[in-house]
């Protein structure tokens, strides 16, 4: 089973900056398979990313996604009050999803 | 519209059996591109998947927690229904169901708002 590992675990920035957000995986991950979400307190999971790349439905164009094989990337180019929540990737391999731990992006 | 509900018991007892059934619509279980999983998420923590069904009745389950669980559906009432034998305070959690349209991609793209369950005598 496939281990996703997020980093860091909490980054603390304020509105305007860049916030680049990690996802390591234990073996090689396809990147038609990674996903990133965005989930506020009370609320559930929101799709963000698919595909590595792409961008969700509604999703604004200052979140961006990137990376391939065992490292991926989700980066917010200048963050919003509303952009800070708990971010999540998920990946899928022979048959079973796997979420890694989060990170946590709060307000400095 | 596509929405997804969960419902079920918001205490249950350890060693007990939970039954938490996904109601959906907008869009139809027998279609061939469809499928629900289910997710929990304990307080504070991160997110577990758990089992996931197809419109074929293919089913997966987490590798750690495959004897306990058992996920069917009811096309006709539009539910996804998750058993899960034996709970323990540990499986104290908030549990959603979530949607998956199968195409190159395997990503959930709605989900339900979450029920709370928790386990305690």
């Known amino acids: 089973e496939i281990v996703l590992t997020q980093s860091p675990g909490t980054l603390s920035l304020s509105p305007g900056e860049r916030a680049t957000l990690s996802c390591r995986a234990s073996?090689?991950?396809?990147?038609?398979?990674l996903a990133w979400y965005q989930q506020k307190p009370g609320q559930a999971p929101r799709l963000l990313i698919y595909?590595?790349?792409s961008r969700a439905t509604g999703i604004p164009d200052r979140f961006s996604g990137s990376g391939s094989g065992t490292d991926f990337t989700l980066t917010i180019s200048r963050l919003e009050p509303e952009d800070f929540a708990v971010y999540y990737c998920?990946?899928?391999?022979?048959?079973?999803?796997?979420f890694g731990q989060g990170t946590k992006l709060e307000i400095k | 519209q596509v929405t997804l509900k969960e419902s079920g018991p918001v205490l249950v007892k350890p060693t007990e059996t939970l039954t938490l059934t996904c109601t959906v619509s907008g869009f139809s279980l027998s279609n061939a591109r469809m499928g629900v999983s289910w997710i929990r998420q304990p307080p504070g923590k991160a997110l577990e998947w758990l089992a996931h069904i197809f419109s074929n009745d293919e089913k997966s389950y987490s590798t750690s927690l495959k004897s306990r669980l058992t996920i069917s559906k009811d096309t006709s009432k539009s539910q996804v229904v998750l058993t899960m034998t034996n709970m323990d305070p540990v499986d104290t959690a908030t549990y959603y169901c979530a949607r998956m349209v199968l195409t190159g991609y395997r990503s959930f793209d709605y989900w339900g708002q979450g029920t709370l369950v928790t386990v305690s005598s």
């Open positions: 998920q990946q899928y391999g022979s048959s079973f999803y796997t």
């Open positions: 595909g590595a790349s």
């Open positions: 073996q090689s991950v396809s990147s038609s398979y």
